[in-house]
């Protein structure tokens, strides 16, 4: 059964009450830059304590001994899910892998809010699916657990490799893509294969959230 993951994008007060709101329930937190940055422990402690698993979504991009760190650093604050930027390159997946025990590592292969010809602006000749599939086959043979990508590449990734797929950018029915390029509705990121889902702004948008979150929750139960 696909997991959800609520992204915490908004201010600290409304991602506290949230998380408060829906104890009980099997969901993942994300936290990233916005709240991390400003506020760290002050809310990954709250959603460990409540029992939560947490997703530090800091996309590691660094030299080897940096992102080995980082990793140590996200230990430390009982994450379960830490993303890394593929584009690290080998030796520093592999440092990171090395201290990773007991968290999953992620890697994020090319943003949802970029398309192929954004690759040109990055003097990448290659097309977008073929870039990915590079990134996937780097992450995977160093050993990293799993991969955010977009459920459009979703189907020709879990075609070649065998890996926990989270799938960001994911929209309710009717609701706009706004500055993500790549996106997916639910019900195409679970056919598609998607062992994560990350849902932020229609959650947090939502008028009654709790509600959204327990209509969103029985749909991932009846796909295996």
Do not use: W
């Amino acid at each position: 059964m696909p997991k959800l993951c609520i992204a915490l994008d908004t201010e600290y007060e409304n991602a506290l009450k949230l998380v408060k709101a829906l104890r009980g329930k099997d969901i993942t937190f994300k936290v990233g830059y916005k709240l991390f940055i400003s506020h760290h422990r002050r809310i990954t402690e709250p959603i460990k304590e409540e029992g939560f698993e947490l997703f530090l979504d800091l996309k590691l991009h660094d030299i080897p001994s940096t992102v080995q760190n980082g990793v140590l650093s996200a230990k430390e604050l009982g994450a379960d899910y830490l993303t890394v930027h593929i584009a690290s390159g080998r030796d520093a997946l592999r440092r990171a892998v090395e201290v990773g025990d007991g968290i999953k590592l992620l890697g994020v292969s090319l943003l949802t809010s970029l398309e192929e010809e954004h690759l040109k602006d990055f003097g990448v000749c290659l097309s977008k699916e073929e870039y990915v599939l590079r990134l996937a086959s780097l992450a995977l043979e160093c050993g990293i657990t799993g991969l955010v990508c977009s459920g459009k590449e979703l189907p020709l990734l879990k075609s070649r490799f065998n890996f926990f797929a989270v799938v960001p950018g994911v929209r309710l029915r009717q609701e706009e893509r706004e500055d993500q390029r790549r996106v997916v509705s639910l019900e195409e990121a679970i056919r598609n294969g998607a062992d994560m889902v990350v849902l932020g702004r229609s959650i947090l948008r939502s008028q009654d959230p709790v509600k959204t979150v327990e209509d969103i929750l029985p749909l991932l139960q009846t796909h295996p």
